[in-house]
């Protein structure tokens, strides 16, 4: 069957609020995907990451935007849901070996599937993700290999693979590039990354959810920025950490 | 790495408190392994089932037993989650035409991306589930395709996958057995049938959530029972429906 032109340019967005699937979205935009953007409370650190998401989805026209609270923090096993320290002011050299205790397991596998349910509910051909395998490859669920078995587990798993042979693309348009050229292609589509953070261990809300500074997630951004020879114009509680 | 004979022996068992789901865990218990039980809260309409899930776990001696509230229901396109009518007295013939409303979509991948996840952080090396492709073709996420596109996917996605080249192996032991078959191997090992229930449309919890007799779910269970010549334990509100 072919397929007709508004699945084509549908997408399901996943969408955490943090400088990459934020950039993300403004790709897709760009490219003319209708964007439905996906936010997940996973019992994670950073629910100030959820405002940040609701807030960059309006501001870059998405479609419609879904929170699906997900009881991650029952299983564990990560320093994002459990009660496990954030490790800061690691060199990137420390955040390449193995995987880090900021792993959360099956994150993606269990994000990718929402995904994938939510777009064969709207008919939507594509998932785009912020995955990116080069500035941080300890994740065993950022590699290109990974994102290639989602798509024919996916291709399986749907009454549009079985009943149309459609499939689901899953797309990662930062999976090559550095932090620097995912910040320098950002600023070129308007995104506000004063309203973006990552970071593994943020302030409570009450101190205005400011970022750390110094976990891994922070440390590759303001490198990247560095590297970009740009201002980060995010505040931190630890600006003296400043590359 | 070698596996040691704990993990080998360890396995997450996906449990709704249905027929099929509570025979599997009689077969892992019986086959020696450790269960951890898990069962989810999705926005079905038989909750009913999640508390007997609770008794036979117990009964059955799982190790432990998690339940996770997952927002499926947000997501919708099912009988079984939004608000599409339950079909009632369909012949075998009808249900296997194509892909029925009550196919959820993304639930077996949903659910074990959750059990792939738990599996990672107790260190188990198995997961088990109810899927059965025999009496009931239409759900794309039951074929052993399926199946075994999901166990290539977990290779690539968890830590214990990259980091020790351990594979998880997702066990379908009703994968290609009648319901007949499935009853009596469940009677075999104890299993209490009265205390399973797998209707699409039970009542309400204060009418005891009696299951309906008439939904695809209820037909296929009490035909399985007739061709086993056993008599199903089960009441049901349309017991003039008896095959």
Known sequence: MAENSEQVRRAVVLLSGGLDSTTVLAIARAEGYECHC???????????ELQLARANA???????????DIGLDKIGGSALTADIAVPKGRSVDEMEQGVPVTYVPGRNTIFLAYAMAWAEVLAAGHIFIGINA??????????????RAFEQLARLATRAGV???????????LLHLT?????LKGMALGVDYGATHSCYDPAGAADGGLACGA??????RRKGFAEAGLIDPLPYRHQEKEA
């Open 163 to 173: 009943e149309a042979g459609r499939a689901l693309t899953v797309q990662a348009p």
């Open 38 to 48: 996906l936010s997940f409370n996973y019992g994670q650190r950073q629910v100030v």
């Open 134 to 147: 080069l500035d941080y490859s300890g994740y065993p669920d950022c590699r290109p290999e990974f994102l």
């Open 179 to 183: 932090k620097k050229e995912i910040i």
């Open 215 to 220: 976990c891994d997630a922070c440390l590759l």
């Open 58 to 68: 309006l501001r870059l026209g998405a479609r419609q935007h879904l929170f699906l």
